[in-house]
């Protein structure tokens, strides 16, 4: 194993911790915590690599693609472009098994942790964050 490869899993595995660093909601129907009003009814949904923490797309999600990726444990979205719900590697195969979906403070923006399989990006590429804008 390479010395700093294994570095850097120790390290991941240390600072992300989902028991120590993301209680679970109190109360009734988690989904009731976000706040899909705001945005007419879609929320985005960044989403992280489990195993990296690379941040691999951004993508949205209404109450019912929330639903779906809860009860199926695999990523589904909403399509603004194609006004539909899509299953993350429908056609390509590249699918996104979810490990822990988080809210941010606002209830307005999900965070997926998921294990990917094959790029996240349609271009081909592991994140569709690949294009540096500046220096």
């Known amino acids: 194993m390479d010395t700093a490869r294994g570095d850097i899993d120790i390290i991941m595995e240390k600072q992300y911790n989902p028991g120590e660093f993301h209680p679970p909601l109190s109360g009734a129907d988690p989904k009731e915590a976000i706040d899909f009003e ?15 923490g690379m941040v691999l797309m951004l993508a949205w999600v209404n109450k019912e693609a929330l639903s779906l990726s809860m009860e199926t444990g695999y ?8 006004n539909r719900l899509w299953k993350k590697g429908e056609t390509s195969g590249h699918i996104q098994k979810v490990r822990e979906i988080l809210i941010d403070c606002d209830g307005d923006t999900i965070l997926y942790i998921v294990e990917q399989t094959g790029p996240a990006c349609h271009t081909g590429a592991k994140s569709c964050f690949y294009r540096r804008l500046s220096n």
């Open 75 to 82: 990523a589904h979205y909403y399509s603004r472009s194609r």
């Open 38 to 52: 705001k945005g007419g009814g879609l929320v985005p949904a960044v989403v992280q690599e489990w195993e990296t």
